[in-house]
């Protein structure tokens, strides 16, 4: 019979050799909290295998939330529903329960500068992680550019077909930067590999009308709204500044 010591040791040897970091880190805890609630074996097993089961979704939620790339984290808890009067709560929440994810579905948010857009953006973006979705966090600009260089090197092809198996792709400040020609074919290209297989939730400070401001070819417009928008949400979130109006609200609460 081993014993506490020599037991410990074996579980170190091979939870490594089978990577459960987890069952090793904790199976001296665990054996101890065991004995106290007076487990079954068959309980305490259960119990090992389940936090080892968290612990390894977590881990994979984390690297999920870091591959996307987002600016910074934002939750809904931080946004403030009742200064952003234009944005509908229920709306929201119907989209935080992922279902336009599992159907395609497009999203798009219009609105002026501070309304946000970006907020909810990546709002979306980690519920969706959350629910075990690769998400990819791109500004139109940068998207753009990446493209660009791609086709330079004679590889776009391949970065077409990375953005097109991205379950959720968070497209955002469509309408800061003008695109010429080639930019506009560029972003056709992924629009058009992702059309009713995979989501794009984009964030745009124009109206779709003043679009053609940004996108020179006229003959692209129509088509990039037409793949935004198909069977979309759309949020209007205003012209308001959210960030004036929540800096407003905690002033009142305060005097």
Known sequence: MKSDAGALASIDISARSLRLPSVRRRAQSQAGEAERDHATYLEFRANVLAAEFD?????????????????????????????ATNVNAATIAMLSSGGYLERGEPVVMLGDSGTGKSHLLIVLGLKACEQGHSVRYVTCAQLVNELAEAAD????????????????????ELGYVALD?????????????REEKSSVTTASNLPFSEWGKVISDVRLVAAIIDRLTFNATIIETG????????????QALKS
């Open 239 to 250: 012209s308001d500044s959210y960030r004036l109006c929540a800096t407003k609200a905690k």
């Open 153 to 172: 090197k004679r590889r776009l092809s391949k970065l077409v077909a990375r953005y097109g198996r991205v379950d959720l792709l968070l497209l955002d």
């Open 181 to 193: 020609a080639r930019g506009a074919e560029l972003l056709f290209q992924i629009l058009t590999e």
């Open 55 to 83: 612990d390894r979704e977590e881990r994979r939620r984390q690297r999920r939330i870091s591959a996307a790339g987002f600016p910074r984290l934002k939750c809904l808890s931080n946004f403030d529903l009742y200064a």
